[in-house]
């Protein structure tokens, strides 16, 4: 079973910054892969940022936050980050964390293709 801890929303004003954090068990970090994903109120929840769970891995985004927003594993600690710069109330949103196993060419965008989710934490963008 694979298990996913996220951390490290809060509370920022407009152009801050955040760090996000999602430690995977052991399992789910070997291979597959990892991505943050986030959900507001009355919206679909949409891919924000992806990894290949490997060495190398390579990273894909989904939207127009890239440039803001960068994905970055730790291999030895398991854990994948995102680290978003420059919010904008428009990111106000629950992230998730979620991991889907096996070998990616390059890694879904789509919700419903993880089969594994952590509890979400919770980003405010104040203006």
């Known amino acids: 079973q694979v298990q996913l801890v996220g951390s490290g929303g809060g509370s920022v004003q407009a152009r801050g910054s955040l760090r996000l954090s999602c430690i995977a068990s052991?399992?789910?970090?070997?291979?597959?892969?990892l991505g943050w994903f986030r959900q507001a109120p009355g919206n679909a929840r949409e891919a924000v940022a992806t990894?290949?769970?490997?060495?190398?891995?390579?990273?894909y985004y989904t939207g127009s936050w890239k440039g803001r927003f960068s994905i970055a594993q730790d291999n030895a600690e398991n854990t994948v980050y995102l680290q978003m710069n420059n919010l904008q109330p428009g990111d106000t949103a629950m992230y998730y964390c979620?991991?889907?196993?096996?070998?990616?060419?390059?890694?879904?965008?789509?919700?419903?293709?993880?089969?594994?989710w952590g509890l979400g934490t919770q980003v405010t963008v104040s203006s």
């Open positions: 979620a991991a889907i196993e096996g070998f990616w060419v390059k890694c879904p965008s789509g919700w419903n293709d993880y089969s594994y």
């Open positions: 052991e399992y789910a970090h070997q291979r597959g892969c």
């Open positions: 990894i290949a769970v490997r060495p190398g891995g390579s990273s």
